[in-house]
């Protein structure tokens, strides 16, 4: 099956600084990235929606100055946590697909950000 | 509210015996229905899904589904579970007109007692 990769996979950082996440499409070439986040103990939520060589589609309550997507290539998608806070320690999580229903999305095996 | 909802949050079985995870979705229409299983270190793979058609679904790793319109269910089901399919279950949807986002349950840990 398709394989997406995410690095890195784990980053400590400290308060106030930005740390950048990579998704890719190791084997195919995707037109649409998926940004997830997830609670421990919770289940995924929606971040945004990325479409290569377009503005990202922000969920209601996820600011879009914060967490800044860039999909820049068909098999790269990266999000960047600007200004982190200790609250904004997670799991990231990306998917690879295509817009419509019936594509399967593949996912990355997960970002786990820590901000001291 | 719309929602899915995945009332078990820890399951455990015995290796070799049964197997059901419950997911209820709460729509006023029927959404494209998955189940995906993560497993740590690896990305969520997707078991099976339900468009239309036959409402027994089947997937990869002899797992099945029904989707029950009446019931707004669709159920996880494996005769025999191996301690391999210990892991995180989570049942998702896909609404109508809604492009390709997923919206997910809550989980359900499944483990797997020899």
């Known amino acids: 099956g398709a394989v997406v990769s995410q690095h890195p996979s784990r980053v400590i950082c400290k308060s106030g600084t930005s740390v950048k996440i990579e998704c890719r499409s190791l084997d195919f070439q995707a037109t649409t990235m998926f940004w997830y986040r997830q609670f421990p103990k919770q289940s995924l939520m929606l971040m945004a929606t990325?479409?290569?060589?377009?503005?990202?589609?922000?969920e209601q309550g996820v600011e879009k100055d914060k967490f800044l997507i860039n999909h820049a290539s068909l098999t790269l998608s990266t999000l960047t946590v600007t200004s982190a806070h200790p609250e904004d320690s997670s799991f990231y999580i990306c998917?690879?697909?295509?817009?419509?229903?019936?594509?399967?999305?593949?996912f990355g095996p997960g970002t786990r950000l820590l901000v001291l | 509210a719309q929602s899915v909802t995945q009332p078990d949050i820890h399951i455990t079985v015995s290796e070799g015996a049964s197997l059901e995870l419950r997911c209820n979705y709460s729509y006023g229409a029927t959404p494209y229905l998955f189940w995906y299983v993560q497993s740590p270190g690896q990305g969520l793979q997707l078991l099976l899904k339900?468009?239309?058609?036959?409402?027994l679904v089947q997937g990869i790793k002899g797992f099945e589904a029904e989707f029950k319109r009446s019931q707004s269910s669709f159920n996880l089901r494996k005769p025999s579970v191996h301690w391999s399919d210990a892991a995180e279950y989570f049942c998702a949807v896909v609404l109508t007109g809604g492009g390709n986002k997923l919206t997910f349950g809550t989980g359900t840990q499944l483990k797997v007692e020899l």
């Open positions: 990325s479409n290569e060589g377009s503005k990202a589609t922000y």
């Open positions: 998917s690879a697909g295509g817009q419509g229903i019936q594509e399967t999305q593949y």
């Open positions: 339900y468009f239309s058609g036959d409402t």
